[in-house]
């Protein structure tokens, strides 16, 4: 069974100009494998900063790693050409934040589903691709009529988001990066996006990668979790262990600060020390200069310690558990 | 325009869209100075078209009429000291004026378009090379080089096509830079990474994805470039440079002007063609204004 | 105009502060206001007969989906709607002063001085040439032009301080900041002149979990020291769980429920809210899923009768035929549904 996509050891480190100063560690020393035949839904969860969408970016091949490689089916990605290419490019899809930025306002919306139906050659006929077209979008409870023909600016958000996940579902890529799918849709529409990106897995064997600072729609999508802070992994492992038991002091902050709608679930237990502006001592862990909890010992970057099969944290409270190596990150999280 | 009934019996979220023929009269109606100039430039092209066919073109050259003649019915704009009837000639003229500014203006928005997409979309070395001559060339004073090339021209080499070819030869560099700036900006927007996704090739992206979107931006900065090639043909032409047998519109002022024709008392024959020259370039200048509204990316309302 | 209302402030059970006191002067009062857009495709009815009341140190959160008429409801109370859109009616009390009645130097008074707005997306809006001090020195000058710079200078730094931000701020340019700490930044430019009324329109919907928490307590937090009332905008169910006292629910540019927070969660009243509430995933019910079928209409064509009948699961004939008024109910909570026609009589003021 070869690997559908792997990063092995890889770090993405931006710097300043022709001298290479300032060097702003996006993505630290990451290794992750998804398997071909084992479709998940893994969430990257973090604040701006953390790393999560130049994961992202990394994975679709808009960036080049520093260090480190990309294998899609055990080739590196760079070196992929012709059909290999096209090949990458269907199986690994992506759904992105913003409703309205991925419509080309110049063409209706149609032109979304048409051009990869052509491109990838989905359908031998224009009847057939409206045909699929109208499956997919009828699957995400729109009606085709009412979508079809129309531009961007005609649709309500909710409206072009399903249609953005129609268009992942037309493809059925193997592996489906969610960026924040639902952060800019109202509330009462992300339950149906969520649970279109769930039936994508379930049903159709995808594997999704689903990015967010929203731990709760995390929790409830979800199998399997990854916490990143400034490009380094905090914590790791299965979704309902890291976020109901935190481990690591900067999850257990993040889940402090998720805002319940329950009234007897009250956030705020834990202070918010502010984030300090200004450089920070690359060697320590990312978190040091913001955890109440802070020892001398936290300038070496602590390694992840396994607290259970399934859970990880990269914290010196726990050095008494043995740690993991970073390569084997993938197998804390469950299929 | 209709009303979708679903199967339901309730109103579908349809709403109704007046036609696109509506909405542009709606326009229209908001942005007047672009209807003006428009309405200006059709009726100069109709003025033009009528006359080509109507009139005898030999009649726009020297000795084909009797001289020095004030309007009149035989003659609806005089004649002048050459015996070229002027009617004729305005007509001619503002054909010939008309070919040099889209020829010069094609050619100038053309290369920029081409440039502009090649410098942007490639980056690196490419960017920085076409951009740094741009920048170099930018601030040599067109119109003295333009004075120097047309004067030191055999006058038997200076046509109407070298004419547009002077005034194109330092005029890209702005649309160029320009249109690079948009395509920088238009490049980073998601559906680019979108249609990458879909398997779309870079040719793609810069023809089907990117191009269209900047027309708005591509017929603004053509305008812009007919607008000032017409205005560099017509001070050359008024200085003497332009092709002397060609009853270009500054051509004929150039003529009156060396002739004394204010002090001899034919006043119809340096004011017709500067009317005539007022006229084009205003209307050029009110499409232009209009069209930079029309280009500028309006803030969308979000819902 | 003194009286009790029956909209009692609930008691805070979160560990900063004790609890408010019951009894207040209203300090807003908003009244049958009106808004109608005029757009090239037809008319939009924004806001529609918007009537509401809220204390001092009380905090409203206005709740609704994209086009409800909510951030419109807090342009039309500054009076910053623009054409093509139009106030048709009604009135604002904060305090003793109406504003709609107000010229254009009033109200350019009033802003900031009685009622400040922190729109959404207020940290991009920060002049980014200027220092972040220069900037709030020209809003004190525009209200207070004789005050010294001294007194100005000491305000600015008690602003500062009371967000939680370093007074050497005063100092820098925005793009120096982070998010949350350019969303303090706002907040500190609109509580300088200590208004009566301070309006929050999604302020933290560009920021993360843990900045989020931050800047809404550091709200709370200012509220208590000058003593406003606070109206938090937005429509995310959660925040509002943990921040405001009152929720009032906006669907289609109308008002359809004002409850406590409390009781909006536990026994919501109008279906719309009900339904909103039992779409929100929480952590006892891992995977399930419930949304809101069908889709809000467009304020160009609103259904006739009560704007929700075409999703409403308890629809009834009247629903279709009339449109239901804000009813006060007895226990304060006012609710615009024909469900609750029996029980309580149609109510002018409040």
Not at chain 1, 103 to 109: A, C
Not at chain 1, 235 to 241: I, K, L, M, N, R
Not at chain 2, 178 to 186: F, G, K, S, Y
Not at chain 2, 281 to 296: I, P, T
Request: glycine share 8%; aromatic share 6%; charged share 20%.
């Amino acid at each position: 069974m070869t690997n559908l996509l792997e990063l092995r050891n890889v770090s993405k480190v931006y710097t300043r100009g022709l001298t290479h100063s300032n060097p702003t560690i996006a993505l630290r020393e990451t290794s992750l494998t998804l398997k071909d035949d084992e479709p998940t839904i893994l969430t990257v969860a973090g604040e701006s900063g953390s790393g999560k969408t130049t994961l992202a970016m990394l994975l679709l091949g808009f960036i080049d790693p520093t260090m480190g490689e990309i294998l899609y089916k055990g080739r590196n990605i760079r070196s992929l050409t012709g059909s290999e290419r096209m090949a990458y490019r269907r199986e690994v899809q992506a759904v992105f934040q913003d409703p309205f930025a991925v419509f080309n306002p110049f063409y209706t919306v149609d032109h979304l589903l048409t051009v990869p139906i052509r491109r990838f050659k989905l359908a031998k006929s224009k009847a057939e691709a409206r045909d699929r077209m109208e499956e997919a979008l009828t699957a995400v409870g729109l009606r085709p009529e009412d979508v079809l023909g129309r531009f961007p600016h005609q649709l309500s958000g909710g409206q072009r988001q399903r249609i953005n996940v129609a268009r992942a579902l037309l493809l059925r890529p193997r592996l489906l990066i969610a960026d924040e799918p639902v952060s800019m849709v109202d509330a009462s529409l992300r339950a149906n996006i969520l649970e279109t990106l769930r039936n994508l897995q379930r049903d159709y064997g995808v594997s999704i990668i689903y990015i967010t600072h929203d731990l709760t729609t995390a929790y409830h999508i979800a199998k399997s979790i990854v916490v990143l802070y400034r490009g380094g992994v905090m914590e790791a492992g299965d979704v309902d262990s890291v976020i109901k038991s935190p481990q690591h002091p900067y999850t257990q902050l993040l889940v402090d600060s998720i805002p319940w709608p329950n009234l007897d679930q009250r956030w705020g237990e834990h202070a918010i020390i502010a984030r300090e502006s200004g450089l920070h001592d690359p060697g320590a862990c990312p978190f040091m200069p913001r955890c109440p909890k802070a020892m001398d010992i936290c300038r070496n970057r602590p390694p992840l310690f396994q607290i259970t099969p399934h859970q990880a944290a990269a914290c010196y409270l726990h050095d008494k558990l043995p740690s993991v190596d970073a390569e084997r990150l993938s197998e804390l999280l469950p299929a | 325009m209709t009303l979708v009934q679903t199967a339901s019996g309730q109103d579908a979220m349809r709403i109704e869209q007046p036609s696109r023929l509506t909405l542009t009269l709606r326009y229209i109606r908001r942005n007047k100075g672009l209807a003006i100039g428009l309405a200006i430039l059709i009726a100069l092209a109709l003025f033009t078209i009528i006359g080509l066919i109507v009139i005898d073109p030999k009649k726009a050259y020297p000795l084909s009429a009797a001289i020095k003649q004030p309007p009149s019915l035989k003659y609806p704009f005089g004649t002048d000291f050459f015996g070229r009837d002027l009617l004729a000639a305005m007509i001619v003229g503002t054909w010939q004026t008309a070919f040099i500014g889209l020829l010069a203006g094609g050619i100038g928005t053309l290369v920029g378009v081409v440039l502009g997409f090649i410098s942007a979309y490639f980056g690196g070395r490419i960017d920085s090379t076409i951009r740094v001559i741009c920048q170099i060339l930018t601030p040599i004073p067109v119109l003295l080089i333009q004075v120097v090339v047309a004067g030191s021209l055999d006058k038997r080499d200076v046509t109407i096509v070298t004419m547009a070819m002077i005034v194109a030869m330092l005029a890209w560099m702005g649309p160029t830079l320009v249109i690079r700036a948009q395509v920088l900006t238009m490049k980073e927007r998601q559906f680019v990474a979108v249609a990458k996704l879909s398997g779309v090739s870079d040719m793609g992206i810069i023809f089907k994805e990117i191009l269209p979107n900047l027309l708005p931006f591509i017929a603004a900065a053509f305008v812009g470039q007919v607008f000032g090639a017409v205005f560099a043909s017509f001070y050359l032409a008024v200085l003497g440079l332009g092709p002397l047998r060609e009853p270009l519109l500054g051509n004929i002022i150039w003529s009156a002007q060396s002739q004394g024709a204010f002090f001899n008392g034919w006043w119809w024959w340096p004011l017709e063609p500067s009317f005539a020259m007022i006229l084009i370039l205003g209307a050029l200048a009110l499409v232009n204004m209009g069209l930079d509204e029309l280009a500028n990316p309006r803030v969308r309302r979000t819902e | 105009m003194q009286h009790m209302t029956a909209n009692m402030i609930e008691p805070k059970q979160s560990d900063t502060n004790a609890i408010v006191p019951a009894i207040s002067e209203p300090v807003l009062r908003v009244r049958n206001l009106e808004v109608t857009y005029y757009t090239d495709l037809g008319r939009a009815k924004a806001l529609d007969d918007v009537s509401f009341t809220l204390e001092a140190g009380q905090k409203l959160g206005m709740v609704g989906e994209s086009g409800s008429g909510k951030s419109t409801l807090a342009l039309a109370m500054m009076r910053m709607i623009k054409p093509p859109g139009r106030i048709e009616g009604g009135s604002v009390f904060v305090g003793d002063t109406e504003l709609m009645g107000l010229s254009e130097a009033g109200m350019r008074n009033a802003r900031l001085n009685k009622i400040a707005y922190i729109p959404q997306g207020a940290m991009n809006s920060l002049n980014p040439v200027i220092r972040i001090g220069a900037q709030m020195v020209d809003a004190i000058k525009a209200h207070l032009p004789g005050e010294s710079r001294a007194a100005i200078n000491d305000r600015c730094v008690h602003a500062l301080r009371s967000v939680d931000l370093d007074p050497g701020v005063f100092h820098m340019y925005a793009h120096e900041l982070s998010g949350g700490m350019k969303q303090r930044v706002c907040i500190a430019i609109g509580i300088l002149l200590e208004p009566g009324v301070i309006i929050a329109d999604e302020p933290t919907s560009a920021l993360d979990v843990v900045t989020q928490r931050q800047v809404m307590e550091t709200i709370d937090r200012v509220q208590d020291q000058i003593g406003a009332a606070v109206i938090l905008i937005g429509h995310d169910m959660g925040l509002m769980a943990q921040f405001v006292d009152k929720v009032a629910v906006m669907y289609a540019g109308r008002l359809v429920e004002v409850s406590s927070v409390r009781e909006i969660f536990t026994d919501p009243n109008h279906p719309y809210a009900r339904a909103l509430i039992s779409s929100l995933p929480n952590l006892d019910n891992k995977g399930v899923f419930q949304g809101i079928p069908g889709l809000a209409p467009s304020l160009l064509r609103i259904p006739g009768g009560c704007a929700f009948n075409p999703r409403c699961p308890n629809v009834m004939d009247v629903c279709k035929a009339v449109r239901p008024d804000v009813l006060t109910l007895e226990d304060g909570r006012r609710v615009a549904c024909h469900l609750f026609d029996a029980e309580a009589a149609h109510d002018q003021s409040a």
